[in-house]
């Protein structure tokens, strides 16, 4: 076993959907990484900023999963980051209507003592720079870091986020994120131009349609579940980078055919997080609920052609 | 091994792509079903209709390729029908830029005595009255009737295609038309919905993102292989039903299991169409080729998590 570090915000999210809208909710890549991989039952920590806003209940809610919550600080007079969106009738495409950074602006991220020599570091979408100042905290090079990141970073800070890129060993980016980042429509030949930037492996997720993942010419397709209602999409693709990292860091081997297990877990993992608002579903998850989902998971896409 | 019945057009083709364009080439659905089913040696028989402008070469390039022609009616005075495209630089979307009908305005289908008895009818997109008149024609029940169709007709001849619906075993339709015929807009649901229509199976099209396989609460997804460049789209969907339809054939068993294996050689199948114009590169194909290419659709989908 391994010991994560994730590196993400911690916020508050007011979010509607067709079927209902929310007050303000916790949410914020950090929590959604950090409860999928609690899943794994491994020790992980997130390091992150809140205001004095932030509940504590919140907090021992993380620390109950075995979430290390040391590295989030709390500014007292500040005020927690917070988000707020509408989904469209197809759930694929959403409007943001509040952006307020808060105590975010002015994030300077600690990496406590107990978690500077991690092996696995999971770098959840936040300006490349903060990203880049978490790596260079790391007292022991570590085993495998990944970073998710997004197309506002592209366009607002595309040299930082170049230099990271070239520190990194997984990179996590949606299609059109990858096509933009490399300038190509192919998957395949977007992944190929990212490889040639830094990292030795790209997952590029594709929503309701699944997430590839490619090393080296290999390639593997985990879909994603197919389901009658997706309730809220809000941290599903952050919820995917925790069930990669946590099983990553779990089974703390990082071969190709190890990461192919680590996407569909990542997959299956997301396939609960759109099935409530916010974090409510990955709260109540059970461990029988998972390895059962995962059967649907191996029903979905096992099949059996001999070739000679 | 059974045999197979095929139905749909032969005509000529017209495409332009980012890669090139063409002139009059061989093209429709029966031809690309067809090429595709020939690869598992069966003994299949293609029903349609060209004009007198319709070189034999073609007919005896099919005739090579065990495909019996004898259905394939020739009006000596009329001209065979001819479609045009254009396709976009995603080559996701299309511009139709000719549709000339000719001899398929008033298609007849006659199914020759020795393909009446046929245990497997794929039933390619074409007016729903056509296809019902080809079930009537068999004499014996066939095992599987499968039934290709498009939003076309759901605009011009919904209760003919409701008609038709219900006497077959299998549809095939792609995600968008899945959700005009159901009015569902989740795929699962549509699913639900289009099998109380009359189908046992369904099977949605997504294109590039793969294909979808339900029956009776079971699903299984088989993913299109990415590929570096698309260079024509055209008949990959007809290409795809071949494949399904001609290992349905070989086998002799349509459990869902087996089902399974036929929607991967169907995208294993169709990843070859697009590689080049019109049906070039399935006139070309060997088997060692298709089980090259089978063992990537291995690599690409199997995993190796055990569940307790």
Redesign the interface.
């Known amino acids: 076993m391994s010991k994560l570090l994730i590196v993400g915000t911690v916020a508050f999210d007011a979010i509607e959907t067709p079927f209902g809208k929310t007050d303000k909710i916790l949410g914020g890549a950090g929590t959604f990484i950090g409860l999928s991989a609690s899943t794994f039952g491994i020790k992980s920590g997130i390091v992150s900023v809140v205001g004095g806003d932030f509940p504590q209940e919140y907090l021992d809610m993380l620390e109950a999963k075995n979430i290390d919550t040391s590295g989030i600080e709390i500014v007292k007079d500040g005020k927690t980051f917070f988000w707020s969106g509408k989904y469209h009738?197809?759930m694929n495409s959403r409007d943001t209507l509040i952006t307020e950074l808060n105590v975010l602006e002015h994030f300077n991220p600690v990496v406590p003592e107990t978690f500077k020599d991690s092996k696995i570091v999971m770098l959840g979408n936040l300006h490349p720079a903060i990203q880049m100042s978490v790596i260079k905290q790391m007292t022991k090079k570590p085993k495998l870091i990944v970073l998710d990141t997004m197309d506002f970073w592209m366009n607002v800070a595309l040299e930082d986020l170049k230099a990271v890129i070239k520190e990194i060993d997984v990179i996590t980016i949606n299609d059109e994120e990858a096509r933009q980042l490399s300038g190509e429509?192919?998957?395949?030949?977007a992944a190929k131009k990212i490889h040639e930037m830094g990292p030795k492996y790209v997952v590029i997720k594709?929503g309701e349609?699944?997430a590839?993942l490619f090393s080296e010419g290999?390639?593997?397709?985990a879909?994603a579940l197919?389901?009658?209602?997706?309730f809220d999409p809000t941290g599903a693709g952050d919820t995917f980078a925790g069930g990669f990292t946590g099983y990553l860091a779990k089974t703390d081997n990082i071969s190709f055919?190890n990461m192919?297990?680590a996407v569909?877990?990542g997959s299956n993992l997301a396939s609960f997080c759109v099935e409530r608002f916010g974090t409510e579903r990955m709260q109540s998850l059970t461990q029988q609920e998972i390895?059962d989902r995962?059967?649907q998971f191996?029903?979905?896409?096992?099949?059996?052609?001999e070739?000679e």
Do not use: C, E, R, W
């Not at 429509?185 to 030949?189: I, Q």
């Not at 290999?218 to 397709?221: A, L, V």
């Not at 191996?298 to 052609?305: E, G, R, V, Y």
């Open positions: 009738n197809d429509y192919s998957l395949v030949n594709k349609h699944g590839l290999k390639m593997f397709y879909p197919p389901l009658a209602a997706v055919d192919k297990n569909i877990y390895k995962l059967q191996k029903s979905l896409t096992q099949f059996d052609i070739l």
